[in-house]
């Protein structure tokens, strides 16, 4: 069974203070690796996309790097409005089940707080 | 375009009562799913469909049943309400492309309906 852990649970940053937040991940056959960011009352809105280890992509002031065992998402410089839960997810191998294709597990998420 | 609507944003039921939750998309995607958040626990899937007519269930599919009768919509229908079932639900839905060593898909969330059953 998949699993996903996100660490910490919460983190408090002051504005511009750099910082990482962890995704662990056990799965047979990583498809994907997703980052979403979640608002107070709204739905995840969809981050990043990794597929191997050793992919990175950026987004303004976040960057997400992927291992064979976890995932990184590194904030430079954060201001008040990145405040948000990051939630990672992971997808699992291809399956002849159809709808398995399509399957994210997720992660419990870390709320961060930047403080101005 | 809407992306994915789902309604309505927050009820209050009995329990014991009946009531479905809209989801609807309009991106022609083929994969729709269902999932509740809960304090503490991370999205867990209750049901999900590959396309019109084909529904599956997810990890925790009990009191809830779905149909799909249309690409765009994606019911999730509470059979007889219980307290248990109090959370947030997220309805989402997705394309698919690539071939099998590269995918390229992302979900696409709803706002959310807030569901309190007493």
């Known amino acids: 069974e998949d699993q996903v852990t996100q660490s910490p649970e919460a983190l408090r940053l002051q504005e511009g203070e750099s910082s990482s937040l962890n995704c662990s991940y056990t799965?047979?056959?990583?498809?994907?690796l997703f980052w979403y960011r979640q608002d107070p009352g709204k739905g995840p809105e969809f981050l990043f996309t990794?597929?191997?280890a050793g992919e990175e992509k950026e987004k303004e002031r976040l960057k997400a790097t992927l291992t064979k065992k976890e995932s990184f998402l590194h904030i430079t410089a954060p201001k008040p409005e990145d405040s948000a839960t990051y939630l990672c997810a992971v997808q699992g191998p291809r399956s002849y089940s159809g709808g398995s294709n399509y399957k994210l597990t997720f992660g419990k998420g870390t709320l961060l707080t930047v403080n101005p | 375009n809407a992306g994915v609507t789902q309604t309505p944003k927050f009820q209050v039921l009995k329990t014991g009562q009946s009531m479905t939750l809209q989801c609807a998309q309009d991106m022609n995607h083929e994969y729709m799913s269902w999932y509740r958040q809960d304090p503490g626990m991370g999205l867990r899937l209750i049901h999900y469909s590959v396309g019109a007519g084909i529904t599956d269930q997810g990890e925790v599919p009990n009191g809830y049943n779905v149909s799909r009768s249309t690409t765009e919509d994606f019911p999730l229908r509470l059979l007889s309400a219980a307290p248990s079932q109090t959370s947030v639900y997220f309805c989402?839905?997705?394309?698919?492309?690539?071939?099998?060593?590269?995918?390229?898909?992302?979900?696409?969330f709803g706002s959310g309906t807030r569901l309190t059953v007493v």
């Open positions: 990794l597929y191997s």
């Open positions: 799965v047979s056959g990583l498809r994907g």
């Open positions: 989402a839905s997705s394309y698919y492309t690539g071939t099998a060593t590269a995918n390229n898909y992302g979900y696409t």
